[in-house]
């Protein structure tokens, strides 16, 4: 099976840079996932690693250490807007489910 | 860009009522899911579609759900007996090629009473 663990909730200021922490254990991976979530919505994709390494997209960046089951999204120059909710997933399997992680509530203030 | 579609986007139901959940996917995907998230809790997978048939299942998708493809457009998935736990946020996603790709529709609120 699978198990993803991430803090339940984090606060930074406007402008700041934060790093979200995922670590999971699965089984026939096939991909780490991040999605941003906002209240009442449905979570939409933000980023996608495959291989080791950092993946840069704009002003979110998401790393992964398949060999540690470790990865982080990385958000830069924060915004009130960025406030929500940041799901860690992990793709596995032939039918490539998604298992959620039960996602980090990040707080922007001012 | 294209969107998955959920309809309704809310729904009250009687326990022990059946209800049907409506989704059309984008048009040229061919893998579709169903998750379901209680509220303050996480997003768990329910069951996976593809090729006209089910790929995979979770333990919370029992013999009370089912889903069907019925026409080349939608994807339902149907609630035989409501419960009370059966009270959450569907959401609907399809890909085209895996896990990767996926796009989620809006949810639909599923509240019992």
């Known amino acids: 099976g699978q198990n993803i663990d991430q803090p339940t909730e984090m606060t930074a200021t406007e402008g700041a840079i934060v790093q979200i922490n995922c670590t999971y254990q699965t089984s026939g991976f096939n991909g780490l996932f991040w999605y941003q979530q906002h209240a009442g919505e449905a979570p939409t994709f933000l980023s996608y690693?495959?291989?080791?390494g950092l993946e840069e997209k704009g002003r979110f960046s998401s790393f992964l250490s398949r060999s540690k089951g470790y990865s982080y999204l990385l958000l830069k120059e924060l915004q009130m807007k960025d406030s929500a909710s940041y799901l860690c997933?992990?793709?596995?399997?032939?039918?490539?489910?998604?298992?959620f992680g039960t996602g980090t509530r990040l707080q922007v203030t001012l | 860009e294209p969107e998955v579609t959920q309809t309704p986007s809310h729904q009250v139901t009687q326990m022990g009522q059946e209800v049907i959940l409506r989704c059309v996917p984008i048009?040229?995907?061919?893998?579709f899911y169903w998750y379901r998230q209680i509220l303050g809790q996480k997003v768990e997978f329910l069951v996976s579609f593809y090729n006209n048939e089910i790929s995979e299942k979770s333990e919370i998708f029992d013999d009370q759900f089912s889903v069907e493809r019925p026409d080349g457009s939608n994807f339902t998935l149907k609630i035989r007996s409501t419960k009370l736990e059966d009270s959450a946020m569907y959401f609907c996603?399809?890909?085209?090629?895996?896990?990767?790709?996926?796009?989620f529709g809006s949810g639909t609120r599923l509240t019992v009473v």
């Open positions: 048009s040229n995907h061919l893998y």
């Open positions: 997933a992990v793709g596995a399997g032939t039918a490539s489910k998604l298992t």
């Open positions: 690693n495959v291989l080791d």
């Open positions: 996603a399809s890909s085209a090629q895996g896990s990767y790709g996926y796009t």
